[in-house]
């Protein structure tokens, strides 16, 4: 089955910079890539999403980027606010609909003020 | 904006004891899934429908866990006897049929204490 795995575990940043989580997979035949945010007590909610026809996607603040060849993708989310602060999950799925997804260990954001 | 809902949010038993999560996934959509997530891990799936019948159960502990969407809207799953270990949170997923995009929505969750 497929492996994904999630790194750093926590991070912490200034408000203002940049944040980088990265994720590597092990099934070249996943193509479809989702990121999700878990506020304290709050259900996972997808911020952004890639399928691997495509390198590079952006939405606003938030940028997701897949190396199908090196099996990772990373999600960048720049000048970060505080209510950006949560946990941030990978996936991986082959993408079609009802595929399971595999799941990271999540990386614990932290924006200082 | 249509939800996924699940109940109770919170649940604390006994071991030994039997629970039941309810989820009721957004309207229209086939698949469902029970993920358990563990305090600082990322969902794992334990079980996932298509409509009224299981696609893949091969990490639901078949021993002690149960899962049934009947009518294939609703679904219930249960722990019995529950273990000191199941304390988990436990997620409900609802997606779109076939041809749509691979969204997973989730529900609030059921967060399990096992004492």
């Known amino acids: 089955g497929e492996n994904v795995e999630q790194h750093p575990s926590t991070l912490s940043v200034q408000e203002g910079d940049s944040a980088v989580i990265k994720c590597t997979y092990s099934d070249s035949a996943s193509n479809y890539f989702p990121w999700y945010k878990q506020e304290l007590g709050k259900r996972p909610q997808l911020i952004i999403d890639i399928r691997s026809n495509v390198g590079e996607k952006k939405d606003q603040r938030i940028a997701v980027t897949l190396n199908k060849t090196a099996k990772h993708f990373s999600l960048h989310i720049t000048e970060t606010q505080p209510e950006d602060s949560a946990v941030y999950f990978c996936a991986a799925s082959k993408g079609m609909t009802g595929n399971q997804f595999y799941f990271g260990t999540g990386t614990s954001l932290t924006v200082i003020p | 904006e249509a939800e996924v809902a699940q109940s109770p949010r919170y649940k604390i038993t006994e071991k030994s004891q039997a629970v039941a999560f309810w989820c009721d996934p957004i309207?229209?959509?086939?698949?469902l899934y029970w993920y358990r997530q563990i305090l600082g891990q990322g969902p794992e799936l334990l079980v996932q429908f298509q409509d009224e019948s299981v696609v893949d159960d091969s990490q639901l502990p078949k021993d002690r866990f149960s899962a049934e969407r009947l009518k294939g809207v609703d679904s219930t799953l249960k722990i019995q006897p529950a273990e000191l270990g199941d304390s988990a949170m436990y997620l409900c997923a609802s997606s779109f049929t076939a041809g749509r995009r691979n969204e997973q929505f989730f529900g609030p969750g059921t967060r399990l204490t096992v004492l």
């Open positions: 309207s229209g959509h086939a698949t």
